[in-house]
């Protein structure tokens, strides 16, 4: 089975920023914990009430809560993303085979020479490498569906 090169190597991508993806979905917990803690995020709620003629926000103090708000919003988004991506890719993962599991584990998250994963599971690194290439390919069937496959 042949893969289309580019659903090849957007697996390859996802799978090199793994741990990066891992990493980033932390940063955001960080980045929702200090926006909690600004000034102006908590207070009274102004839904549905008209503050003005054109409901427009008129002091510093809503002002700031209200782009504390909109922060919080697309931080929150992007994390849910990352998060579906990550448990998406890791379900992907759990569908290939032990060898297979165990050669894309070692090379693209833990990040191990191709030398120590033929070590590790007593073939060559050739054949390691073949293993990879038909295990990526899995992958991104089980990602795109038949439109990665070539014709």
């Known amino acids: ?7 090849y190597k957007n697996i390859e991508r996802l799978l090199y920023n793994y741990n990066m993806l891992k990493i980033n ?7 929702l914990e200090e926006l909690k803690g600004e000034d102006g995020m908590s207070g ?4 549905g009430v008209q503050t003005s003629e054109t409901y427009k926000f008129n002091s510093q103090t809503e002002n700031a809560a209200e782009r504390n708000i909109t922060a ?10 990352l998060e579906n991506k ?3 890719l890791d379900r992907l993962i759990e569908g290939l085979n032990e060898i297979e599991k165990t050669v894309i584990e070692m090379y693209y ?22 293993i990879r290439s038909e295990a ?11 439109k990665a496959m070539e014709e």
Request: proline share 0%.
């Open 86 to 88: 990550l448990e998406t």
């Open 136 to 146: 990526i390919g899995k992958l991104a069937v089980g990602l795109y569906g038949e």
């Open 1 to 7: 089975m042949k893969i289309q090169d580019k659903y």
């Open 109 to 130: 998250i833990e990040n191990r020479q191709w030398w120590k994963v033929a070590y590790k599971i007593k073939y060559s690194e050739r054949h390691c490498k073949r």
């Open 44 to 47: 009274i709620a102004y839904d």
């Open 72 to 81: 919080e919003e697309l931080t929150l988004r992007r994390k849910e993303k």
């Open 25 to 31: 979905i932390e940063i955001a917990d960080k980045q």
